[in-house]
T-cell receptor, first 111, second 114 residues
């Protein structure tokens, strides 16, 4: 079975402070990990994926297979980063394309 | 490219009724997945269709079913509605080409069961 855990439901930081949204997963094979973001009144959208190893809007995430983690980090939070963040795993179960989501973390960046 | 569209956006039904939700994927995308989002359970995978075939199914009762048409549009059906079926139903499409399974989400259909 595959599982994604986001231990914090709410993370509140001040503008300019570093941010780390935690994500841990369990999966027996080689997973593909994603971070999705949902801004207020907008649809869920992909923020970044571990395969591409890119930085989007200043966010980065490194897959740590030893710790089975995929934490999302940003050195200096901005108010516009306030949103709901979901970590997700794709395991290609049965050649399908199923995403297993964590419970989400609401990030609030205060001025 | 136009994004994923879902109709209707809002729906109110009563217990015991059935409902059909529709999803139009991004042009060229052949994979459509459905998810249920509730405050208590979060985002849960329902099923995925690719080239009119169900490729994967989540842990939902048989009252939840779906299908995909030759133009890749997809519908999901919920029969004998229960109060607990009230949720936001999200559709996502993907090209599923080699090395790229990024899923693009629609705005969702909010179903309220009274």
């Amino acid at each position: 079975a595959q599982r994604v855990t986001q231990p914090e439901k709410l993370l509140s930081v001040f503008k300019g402070a570093p941010v780390e949204l935690k994500c841990n997963y369990s999966y027996s094979g080689s997973p593909e990990l994603f971070w999705y973001v949902q801004y207020s009144r907008q649809r869920l959208q992909l923020l970044l994926r571990h395969i591409s190893r890119e930085s989007i809007k200043g966010f980065t995430a490194d897959l740590n297979k030893g710790e089975t983690s995929f934490h999302l980090k940003k050195p200096f939070a901005q108010e516009e980063d306030s949103a709901m963040y979901y970590c997700a795993l794709s395991g290609y179960n049965n050649a399908g394309n199923m995403l297993t989501f964590g419970g989400g973390t609401r990030l609030m960046v205060k001025p | 490219k136009a994004g994923v569209t879902q109709t209707p956006r809002y729906l109110i039904k009563t217990r015991g009724q059935q409902v059909t939700l529709s999803c139009s994927p991004i042009s060229g995308h052949r994979s459509v997945s459905w998810y249920q989002q509730t405050p208590g359970q979060g985002l849960q995978f329902l099923f995925e269709y690719f080239s009119e075939t169900q490729r994967n199914k989540g842990n939902f009762p048989g009252r939840f079913s779906g299908r995909q048409f030759s133009n890749s549009r997809s519908e999901m059906n919920v029969s004998t509605l229960e109060l607990g079926d009230s949720a936001l139903y999200l559709c996502a499409s993907s090209s599923r080409t080699s090395g790229n399974n990024e899923q693009f989400f629609g705005p969702g259909t909010r179903l309220t069961v009274l």
